[in-house]
């Protein structure tokens, strides 16, 4: 039976979700293909219907997990989004996190194409970031971009530093409480002001 060319889209869609998720929990190198389709519920086959390469599908689906990390900070204040980004909740929930604090790593060893795909993906995180940092307005454009790069990078280092120890570590919980809170004083203190 043919597949109609809406089908099609809804399975490639399917395979990227997928792949978002468990790239995001075992890493680029964790996961094969074969494993990957079958939890997507395809056959192997049928990969290279869908794509070039695993490199292709790596590079699709950081952006769908990028995507979602950014609808997830739409609307969402400054605190609010540091609040929800540097906890346990987010630590933990590795399949349905950031892709950023995920693959960083990752991406740094992969093709130009996927780390294009990370670069674009920071940027428009940064930008929705920007516009809802009311609080910097005062400030000139460059050093609102600055803070929100600062703390942008300090938020996706405190879930990998906390993802690096054991999950029940103090440590692990420290990381996450210590960063939050050094994210947070100069924002309360500008709002105060």
């Excluded at 995001?24 to 494993?35: H, I, L």
């Excluded at 590079?59 to 997990?65: D, K």
């Excluded at 093709?111 to 005062?138: H, Q």
């Amino acid at each position: 039976m043919k597949v109609t060319k809406a089908q099609a889209q809804e399975n490639r869609a399917r395979i990227v979700e997928t792949a978002s998720t468990l790239f995001r929990e075992r890493g680029y190198d964790g996961v094969g293909v074969a494993e990957l389709m079958a939890a997507a519920g395809f056959t192997h086959g049928g990969f290279y219907k869908h794509f070039r390469s695993k490199a292709d599908l790596m590079a699709e689906a950081a952006a769908c997990g990028i995507s979602q990390t950014k609808a997830r900070t739409g609307g969402v204040d400054i605190p609010e989004f540091i609040n929800r980004y540097i906890s346990r909740e987010h630590r933990d929930a590795r399949g349905s996190g950031c892709t950023m604090a995920a693959l960083c790593g990752d991406a740094a060893r992969q093709p130009e194409a996927i780390k294009a795909t990370f670069a674009a993906g920071i940027e428009s995180l940064l930008t929705a970031l920007e516009r809802e940092g009311v609080t910097l307005d005062t400030l000139d454009q460059r050093k609102a971009r600055a803070k929100m790069i600062d703390m942008l990078a300090h938020s996706v280092g405190a879930i990998v530093l906390s993802r690096a120890c054991p999950d029940d570590s103090p440590l692990a919980d420290e990381i996450l409480e210590v960063c939050r809170s050094e994210i947070l004083a100069p924002l309360s203190t500008s709002v105060d002001n």
